[in-house]
Structure formats: structure tokens, C-alpha cells
């Protein structure tokens, strides 16, 4: 069983950057596919960004450009670098990681962005 710790949420004013880290139990290697995810209120949680064991990237629209995915394999953490933040970017963060067909969640981290 993967478990996930997220790590970097806070309180930023629109415009403004925060970087997300997501801890792993285990080697990333292993993992197929790890990717944030977000759930505002009175929403359906949906996709930011998902990156690959090979470094392939996918991103929502409305975060394309803004926001960056990557891996730190030998920390065994993917990282979002979250730029130019705006308010409707507000939600709290899921990581996710999809191993042999299996999805396994952290706790998730809140993001608040002021205007």
C-alpha cells in the first residue's frame, strides 16, 4: 500500500506562487502514474496535473502555463510549482498515485488564494 503525505498549502494573495510536495512510502519507480488533484467547495474534486514513471506530463486547461509537475525520484516526491495564482484556484490538493491499477490518495493540503 502507497501512502502519501502532502506538504506546502498555505495562504497566498492572487499573482502569488507555493510549490506542493507529495511524499511517496515508496521508490516512484514503481508508480505508474502521480498527480495532484483538487476539490473546492461545493465541487467535484478534478484533475490539476498528472506526470508519468517516463516524465510524461498532462495538465487542465485552466491550469496550463501556471502550474508545473515534476519528480524528485530520489526523494521519492512530486512536486506542483503553482505560479500566478488566482482565486478560483482555491481547493484543497490531493495527491494521487495509480499503482497495478490500484489509486491511492493522501490527506490532502488547502490552498487558499486571496484577491
Known amino acids: 500500500q502507497v501512502q502519501l503525505v502532502e506538504s506546502g498549502g498555505g495562504l497566498v494573495q492572487a499573482g502569488g506562487s507555493l510549490r506542493l510536495s507529495c511524499a511517496a512510502s515508496?521508490?516512484?519507480?514503481?508508480?505508474?502514474?502521480m498527480g495532484w488533484y483538487r476539490q473546492a467547495p461545493g465541487k467535484q474534486r478534478e484533475l490539476v496535473a498528472t506526470?508519468?514513471?517516463?516524465?510524461?506530463?498532462n495538465y487542465a486547461d485552466s491550469v496550463k502555463g501556471r502550474f508545473t509537475i515534476s519528480r524528485r525520484n530520489a526523494k521519492n516526491t512530486v512536486d506542483l510549482q503553482m505560479n500566478s495564482l488566482k482565486p478560483e484556484d482555491t481547493a484543497v490538493y490531493y495527491c494521487?498515485?495509480?499503482?497495478?491499477?490500484?489509486?491511492?490518495w493522501g490527506q490532502g493540503t488547502q490552498v487558499t488564494v486571496s484577491s
Open positions: 506526470i508519468t514513471s517516463g516524465g510524461g506530463t
Open positions: 515508496e521508490s516512484i519507480y514503481s508508480i505508474n502514474v
Open positions: 494521487n498515485a495509480i499503482k497495478r491499477g490500484l489509486d491511492y
